[in-house]
């Protein structure tokens, strides 16, 4: 259930899906995600399903943290990347292997503590979590020319907006019962908004847990 075989099939499904980006295939591939789900749903990691976590959230399914990952990366090697909602790590994980470096918060402790150990466990080491409330962001780190958010916002917040580099990228699900996800560009003139697809995310919640 965690073989190579299994990733690779994993990998297959997305780019069916229509996932393109081979640097975000690959990074999917390289990231053990039975390891940042119990072990009871760990026969069930690669499937492409949300899965809980505990603290009333979720493990994304595969695809959506593939896709959001290829609109942030645009064909490009980032630097400086913010993720909002830690959760188990798992994007985390894979942000660090298309990142130079990766920011990421988490607002219930036990959630940041155990993305902390999985990710050292790992051996990954250009993540830097933080034990925060996610909605303002980090300015003293900005700006980011990526950032994107594992929970929905119920409108775009101008707070993270302004932590984008000039050429960034945001991609983050926003809404309260019909959720989109929606790509924030910034160029010299300002911000440009695009809604995508329609998606299902636990709700951006504020203050620390």
Excluded at 7 to 17: I, Y
Excluded at 92 to 118: G, M, N
Aim: proline share 5%.
């Amino acid at each position: 259930m965690t073989s190579a075989r299994t990733k690779l099939r994993m990998v297959e499904r997305l780019r069916a899906q229509g996932i393109q980006d081979d640097a975000v295939l690959a990074a999917m591939f390289a990231v053990p995600r039975h390891l940042f789900v119990d072990e009871a749903l760990a026969s069930r990691a690669y499937d492409d399903v949300s899965l809980p976590i505990n603290f009333n959230q979720t493990i994304s399914q595969p695809y959506i943290v593939a896709r959001m990952i290829e609109i942030l990366r645009n064909g490009r090697q980032l630097n400086k990347v913010l993720e909002i909602g830690t959760g188990c790590g798992y994007q985390a994980a894979v942000l660090a292997h298309v990142a130079d470096s990766v920011y990421s918060v988490e607002r219930i402790e036990p959630l940041h503590l155990r993305a902390k150990k999985q990710l050292s466990e790992l051996q990954i080491h250009n993540v830097t979590l933080r034990y925060a409330d996610g909605c303002a962001g980090l300015p003293e780190v900005a700006p980011f020319d990526g950032i994107i958010m594992a929970a929905a916002a119920p409108t775009l917040l101008p707070a993270l907006r302004a932590q984008l580099a000039i050429g960034g990228r945001m991609v983050l699900p926003v809404g309260m019962n019909e959720q989109h996800l929606y790509l924030i560009e910034r160029d010299v003139n300002g911000y440009r908004e695009t809604k995508l697809e329609a998606v299902k995310f636990v709700p951006l919640l504020m203050g620390k847990a």
